[in-house]
């Protein structure tokens, strides 16, 4: 309670909300949501909406990285292929990673 009168005297602004975690009110302080009990900034749904949209973009990013490797990979085995069942093989591997890849670069534009 002292952290929060405080937090009120630095200019924090109290909000009706509560956290989650301890039932504490919750102030605004710098354009974060803190806990005065738990001493700790508390994620609104807005702010769990961009962490999560972050996360996903880096996972596609890492996923989209992964398929350019491998199409490379697929690449040189392509090149080296010997046989009509070898170069259809990689031919067919590197369409799919292909439409993988055409897939994660939409999913990142849109």
């Given at each position: 309670?002292?952290?929060?009168?405080?937090?009120?005297?630095?200019?924090?602004?109290?909000?009706?909300?509560?956290?989650?975690?301890?039932?504490?009110?919750?102030?605004?302080?710098?354009?974060?949501?803190?806990?005065?009990r738990c001493n700790q900034p508390v994620l609104t749904a807005e702010n769990k909406r961009l962490v999560l949209e972050i996360e996903s973009l880096n996972v596609l990013q890492r996923v989209e990285e992964t398929l350019i490797t491998r199409?490379?990979?697929?690449?040189?085995?392509?090149?080296?292929?010997?046989?009509l069942r070898g170069v259809r093989a990689s031919a067919h591997t590197l369409?799919?990673?292909l439409s993988c890849?055409?897939?994660?670069?939409k999913i990142k534009g849109g």
């Amino acid at each position: 309670e002292r952290r929060a009168a405080d937090w009120l005297k630095r200019g924090g602004r109290m909000l009706s909300s509560t956290c989650p975690n301890c039932g504490s009110p919750l102030f605004e302080i710098g354009g974060e949501v803190w806990c005065p009990r738990c001493n700790q900034p508390v994620l609104t749904a807005e702010n769990k909406r961009l962490v999560l949209e972050i996360e996903s973009l880096n996972v596609l990013q890492r996923v989209e990285e992964t398929l350019i490797t491998r199409i490379g990979q697929v690449e040189t085995e392509l090149r080296r292929a010997k046989s009509l069942r070898g170069v259809r093989a990689s031919a067919h591997t590197l369409y799919l990673l292909l439409s993988c890849l055409e897939s994660v670069r939409k999913i990142k534009g849109g």
